[in-house]
């Protein structure tokens, strides 16, 4: 039992050792984002480290590598234009297409990833002209319904009278018709 206990142990440290091992520091990245250096002084070596820290903080732990190996793997070039573009899209403000693994390539279609606002571009006003629209069908929809069900509820001397009044009915077939509801 005790045997089995220390192996258990040993195995802990050791699972414990290599997630510490593989996770990332970035107490530097923080300071030099905390700096608000001017993007045109940054290395592309210090973009890339900007990119991963933000990657991190939006998909956290393990999430995180799952996103590395989607866009490459680490080590990678592509990973590393990923990181570069999100920096300058993050950091610098810049309005780069940031597209990667699936989303940015072919399954999900090529458009820009929006990590805030887009502005008063064209982006801006197709979402208001669609949500125009949108809103318009729905408001079709609801009526047509409403109206039909205004029909199917009409009690059997209004739909009469009503037909009196078009003409379609005499006053002599309006007064046996109602006699017949009765």
Same mark, same amino acid.
């Given at each position: 039992?005790?045997?089995?206990?220390?192996?258990?142990?040993?195995?802990?440290?050791?699972?414990?050792?290599?997630?510490?091992?593989?996770?990332?520091?970035?107490?530097?990245?923080?300071?030099?984002?905390?700096?608000?250096?001017?993007?045109?002084?940054?290395?592309?070596?210090?973009?890339?480290?900007?990119?991963?820290?933000?990657?991190?903080?939006?998909?956290?732990?393990?999430?995180?590598?799952?996103?590395?190996?989607?866009?490459?793997?680490?080590?990678?070039?592509?990973?590393?234009?990923?990181?570069?573009?999100?920096?300058?899209?993050?950091?610098?403000?810049? /309005?780069?297409?940031? @597209? $990667? !693994?699936?989303? #940015?390539?072919?399954?999900? *279609? /090529?458009?820009?990833? @929006? $990590? !805030?606002?887009? #502005?008063?571009?064209?982006? *801006?006003?197709?979402?208001?002209?669609?949500?125009?629209?949108?809103?318009?069908?729905?408001?079709?929809?609801?009526?047509?319904?409403?109206?039909?069900?205004?029909?199917?509820?009409?009690?059997?001397?209004?739909?009469?009278?009503?037909?009196?009044?078009?003409?379609?009915?005499?006053?002599?077939?309006?007064?046996?018709?109602?006699?017949?509801?009765?």
């Amino acid at each position: 039992m005790r045997k089995l206990f220390f192996v258990m142990m040993v195995l802990l440290l050791i699972n414990t050792h290599f997630v510490s091992a593989q996770e990332h520091d970035f107490a530097e990245t923080k300071q030099l984002i905390d700096s608000g250096m001017s993007c045109d002084k940054l290395t592309d070596e210090q973009l890339e480290a900007i990119g991963d820290y933000y990657m991190e903080q939006m998909h956290p732990g393990e999430a995180h590598e799952i996103m590395d190996n989607l866009m490459g793997g680490e080590g990678s070039a592509s990973l590393k234009q990923v990181h570069i573009a999100m920096a300058r899209r993050l950091y610098c403000n810049d /309005n780069l297409y940031v @597209g $990667y !693994g699936m989303m #940015g390539r072919g399954m999900m *279609g /090529n458009y820009p990833i @929006g $990590y !805030g606002n887009y #502005g008063y571009t064209s982006y *801006g006003y197709w979402n208001i002209v669609l949500t125009l629209f949108f809103a318009g069908i729905f408001f079709l929809i609801g009526w047509l319904i409403y109206r039909v069900g205004i029909q199917r509820t009409a009690d059997p001397l209004s739909i009469l009278k009503k037909r009196l009044a078009s003409g379609e009915i005499t006053k002599k077939e309006f007064e046996e018709k109602k006699k017949d509801l009765t």
